[in-house]
């Protein structure tokens, strides 16, 4: 499968555990991004990457979240002390750089999720 | 701060009608716009997209419209099929940009 692939798909937690999340993206890709999805509402800007490097956090990324993407290729998600609020899904997207010959820039490919339960 | 509003939020059709889904956008700026279709447990798909240089497009079931005068955008779906039942989006964004604004949906169900 050469889409994006998020593991794991699901992830129960109890209040105040620290849970990670990993995206991979497609290969060729060199954008990144994390959204946060809850129910009944559309997709919401987390972060980016371009490469390696973290371009943009929204101000819903709290302090308890980090997000590394440490060789440009896959990228972690990392929620400390987590929250019931933190309940959500978790959605990760890639899409192409500038230059490449393939797809647009615009176009986010989606990965399937992780749904995060917080008790 | 930017926003796109999505509506209806639920549309029922029967299969082989047409449903049409609305959004707006806030931002001026905004010159890409994605659809995307969720289906239960997935991530969402992109089904298809607009620029602000064209006024429609198609394919095959589904088309778009753009009025960039009124900041409005529609997905057309016509001789709809149980299959077409999912959660649609709609979304805006900058070419070259990073941050995409999401509608909050429309869950569509086509009743065989």
């Known amino acids: 499968d050469t889409g994006v692939s998020q593991n794991p798909r699901h992830k129960i937690t109890k209040r105040g555990q620290n849970v990670t999340f990993r995206c991979d993206p497609i290969s060729e890709h060199n954008r990144l991004y994390w959204y946060r999805q809850t129910l009944g509402q559309g997709p919401e800007f987390l972060t980016y990457f371009q490469n390696e490097a973290q371009l943009e956090k929204s101000r819903l990324l709290s302090d308890r979240f980090s997000a590394e993407r440490p060789k440009g290729s896959f990228s972690t998600l990392e929620i400390q002390r987590t929250e019931q609020g933190d309940s959500a899904m978790y959605l990760c997207?890639?899409?192409?750089?500038?230059?490449?010959?393939?797809?647009?820039?615009?176009?986010?490919?989606f990965g399937p999720g992780t749904r995060l339960t917080v008790l | 701060g930017e926003n796109v509003e999505q509506h209806p939020s639920t549309l029922s059709v029967q299969e082989g009608d047409s449903a049409v889904i609305k959004c707006t956008y806030s931002d001026s700026a905004s010159n890409y716009f994605p659809w995307y279709k969720q289906e239960l447990g997935k991530g969402p798909q992109l089904i298809i997209d607009?620029?602000?240089?064209?006024g429609e497009k198609k394919d095959q079931r589904i088309a778009v419209t753009l009025n960039k005068t009124a900041k409005h955008f529609s997905l057309h779906i016509t001789e709809t099929q149980p299959e077409d039942s999912a959660v649609y989006f709609c979304a805006a964004s900058i070419t070259g940009g990073f941050k995409t604004i999401f509608g909050a949906g429309t869950r569509l169900f086509v009743k065989a």
């Open positions: 607009i620029r602000s240089n064209v």
């Open positions: 997207a890639s899409s192409p750089g500038v230059g490449l010959s393939f797809g647009s820039t615009d176009t986010q490919y």
